[in-house]
């Protein structure tokens, strides 16, 4: 594997928008590229094992910083702030700059969306407006039914963002968000213990600079709206029928309501008339299935999903 990295510009608002190139060594035959929208409070070069096996098998990979994210943000102190305004829609945005950039690289050959958290709720969405886009979409650590929450959440949010600004951080709505996700996990040896089983792997989230961090009242309030959009029936009935879609999770990741979420929203594509959607829930696994103690177990399937929809599938390529 051979690594790069580049700025793109945003079109949205000029933001310079940093991100990782993991390339096929030169004696392996370029399959196909996959692009990763990475989770919130991380960044993209926690994918570079994952990308070592996608390279591995013939897949090129790109992974962007998101806005307020990673290099992207540049510090700290920016981090967790997505834009003045809709910052959930301009991220969408930046990851659809980055597609186009990716296919005048990577000319006739498929393209897969991979989305892991944040990410895959910023997949969904990109799926609805773009998924004409993609050869196959992949989410991880997803969910799909969050219902009336996100309505009591947005009068607190909203309120919030009014009275302190939309830069102000505040731990209460932090709490609202995650305040929950180690209760069942108890005793908990960190905070962080929803996210995997491996203790090293959280180990290395809680000591990496760039993750964990609390996002903004802005950020809340426009991820929110994200949400709120790609629950809407009426936006998910055009994501295009047949693209094949592949759902993962641990069925105890919080996230994803234990598996229920996940399972719903299964549904709710197969209900809009979607043709191949495939659900794995991985037993006793947690949030961050591909740091997961079953992790090859997951990268394995995901490749073997890859080779049947993408590799063994004739397809009229872009």
């Known amino acids: 594997m051979r690594y790069s990295n580049f700025y793109f510009t945003s079109k949205i608002d000029e933001n310079e928008i940093f991100t990782y190139k993991f390339v096929c060594d030169e004696n392996v035959t370029v399959k196909g590229v996959v692009q990763i929208s990475h989770g919130m409070a991380e960044h993209g ?3 570079e094992d994952f990308a070592k096996l996608l390279t591995d098998n013939g897949y090129n990979v790109y992974v962007n910083d998101h806005r307020g994210h990673g290099k992207t943000a540049k510090n700290l102190k920016n981090a967790g702030y997505l834009a003045d305004e809709n910052g959930f829609d301009c991220l969408v945005d930046d990851i659809h700059t980055l597609t186009e950039i990716i296919k005048e690289e990577s000319k006739d050959v498929p393209l897969i969306l991979f989305g892991h958290s944040m990410g895959s709720f910023a997949s969904q969405n990109y799926a609805i407006k773009y998924g004409d886009e993609i050869d196959g979409l992949i989410l991880s650590g997803s969910n799909g039914d969050f219902g009336g929450k996100l309505d009591l959440a947005n009068i607190i949010v909203k309120s919030t ?27 908990c040896r960190t905070d962080y213990d929803w996210l995997s089983r ?14 964990g961090f609390k996002c903004t009242c802005g950020f809340f309030e426009d991820f929110i709206h994200g949400l709120k959009f790609i629950e809407d029936r009426e936006n998910i009935i055009k994501i295009r029928k ?46 961050e299935i591909l740091n997961e103690i079953n992790k ?23």
């Not at 302190?164 to 505040?170: C, T």
């Open 45 to 47: 070069k926690r994918y």
């Open 161 to 187: 963002c009014k009275i302190k600004g939309r830069k102000y951080v505040s731990e209460f709505i932090d709490s609202l968000f995650f305040g929950s996700n180690n209760k069942v996990f108890k005793p």
């Open 198 to 211: 491996d203790e090293k792997e959280v180990d290395k989230y809680i000591n990496d600079s760039m993750c």
């Open 242 to 287: 047949d693209l094949p879609i592949l759902i993962i999770s641990g069925d105890k990741d919080p996230v994803g309501n234990n598996g229920k979420g996940l399972l719903n929203l299964k549904i709710r594509y197969e209900k809009s008339g979607i043709e191949d959607v495939k659900c794995i829930l991985y037993k006793d696994g947690r949030h």
């Open 296 to 318: 090859e177990e997951v990268k394995e399937d995901v490749m073997k999903w890859i080779v049947e929809k993408i590799e063994n599938k004739k397809q009229s390529y872009y």
